[in-house]
Structure formats: C-alpha cells, structure tokens
C-alpha cells in the first residue's frame, strides 16, 4: 500500500522535471537564437511531443517557444541597432 505522501512527492518530483526540462529548451533558444531553430528540433532533443512541449513551455514563460525565439531575435536586433556591431 503506498503511503499518502508519497503520491504528492511523485507529482512534485514530475512537475520540477518538465520545470528542467523546459529551463534547458529556453537555455538552447537563448545561446542559438541566431541559428534556425524550429519547435519540432526544440522538441525532440526535449524528448517530447512538440504540442506537449509547446503547452509546457507556455504554462512556465507565458509564451510559446517560436514566440519567445522571436522575442531574443527582436532584442537582439534592438540592441544592434542602438549599439552597432561591437555589442
């Protein structure tokens, strides 16, 4: 028989993993932004579905992970174009 606590401590120990699991997705948008980078590769080195990672993704950021790629691009660009070259 499984202890009352124990069915909680599972639930927590997934959720803090997808949490992992969506952390290193955001991690990769961020260092390869300038790469072409695509949900269907994003979720398959997740190893998940791609409309399970897009809904994960979107419950931990707010955004969907094309959209919070395009909001590093935005940024990126911004930053150029205030800065130049040399940022």
Known sequence: MCRPGWAQARVTARRLDDLTRMRRVRDRIDREYAHPLDVLELARTADLPPALLTRQFRLAYG???YDYLLTRRAERAR?????????
């Open 63 to 65: 955004a969907s992970p």
């Open 79 to 87: 930053t150029l174009r205030l800065h130049g070259a040399e940022s």
